[in-house]
């Protein structure tokens, strides 16, 4: 990502932090609708794990351009979704709800821009999250 790319997404992150609850609510809304199956994944009040996923969303957001520094934090979240359930194929899902998310509370500068930003951005934290499951799933898979 490009530093252009990484202003794009914060500058839109900010609109999203301003209404948190709704923004969440908007993520999970989506996720559910398109897979259901995840919905037992979360023992949480959802409220709350709303909240902890903007918090996440927000270290993700602030360290895109320190990668390298993000990345051991990525591997223990990673190592974390694959102790809760998640599978490979729920990150194009969670794609598809945080592109909704942003579309629709990332404030009115939202435009193609901007949201090819965030494309990029989940993309590439995807390809990193997904990897490290495998290599955690790997580790954990009887000799």
């Known amino acids: 990502m490009d530093t252009d790319q990484i202003d ?3 500058d839109s992150f900010i609109q999203i932090v301003l209404d948190t609850d ?8 989506r996720l559910f609708e398109l897979a259901p199956e995840t919905r037992p994944l979360f023992r949480t009040d959802m409220v709350e794990q709303g909240r902890h996923l903007i918090e996440a969303l927000g270290r993700i ?3 895109l351009s320190r990668l390298d520094v993000m990345l051991p934090g990525l ?3 990673a190592e974390r979704h694959v102790d ?5 194929h729920h990150y194009a899902v969670a794609g598809d709800a945080l592109m909704r998310m942003v579309t629709v509370h990332g404030g009115p500068a939202i435009d193609s821009a901007t949201m090819e930003a965030w494309k990029t951005a989940y993309a590439l ?3 990193v999250m997904i990897a490290a499951s495998n290599d ?3 580790l954990r898979a009887p000799d």
């Open 84 to 88: 809760y359930g998640v599978e490979d």
């Open 22 to 29: 709704a923004a969440a609510r908007s993520f999970y809304g």
């Open 125 to 127: 934290i995807a390809e």
């Open 75 to 77: 591997c223990k979240l």
């Open 8 to 10: 794009l997404v914060r």
């Open 136 to 138: 955690y799933r790997g």
């Open 61 to 63: 957001v602030t360290g």
